[in-house]
């Protein structure tokens, strides 16, 4: 049972990139899904989350506009859309879920010129 991240990536200012959080072991539209991220020196912080339905998503005041969370179920992944990045979305970004009581290795997401 796990969570794993991937996606992240070296991008310019106003770039946009697309992180992918796939889930094996277990059935990823049973639970909700948050994506969190922690830049240095900073503490994790809740990007978005989609509810298990899939119908309530909630995003940080930071991202909203900017960031989009979804899920295909078909592939048992759930992604975050990043569009107009900024040099402060810099961190490394973790997905989780109830069903799993430790985090995964994260993606890093550095943005800059």
């Known amino acids: 049972v796990q969570l794993v991240e991937s996606g992240g990536g070296l991008v310019q200012p106003g770039g946009s990139l697309r992180l992918s959080c796939a889930a094996s072991g277990f059935t990823v539209s049973s639970y909700s899904l948050t994506w969190y991220r922690q830049a240095p020196g900073k503490e994790r912080e809740l990007v978005a989350t989609?509810?298990?339905?899939?119908?309530?998503?909630n995003y940080a005041d930071s991202v909203k506009g900017r960031f989009t969370i979804s899920r295909d179920n078909a592939k048992n992944t759930v992604y975050l859309q990043m569009n107009s990045l900024k040099p402060e979305d810099t961190a490394i970004y973790y997905c989780?879920?109830?069903?799993?009581?430790?985090w995964g290795q994260g993606t890093q997401v550095t943005v800059s010129s």
């Open positions: 989609i509810s298990s339905g899939g119908a309530k998503r």
């Open positions: 989780k879920s109830p069903r799993l009581s430790s």
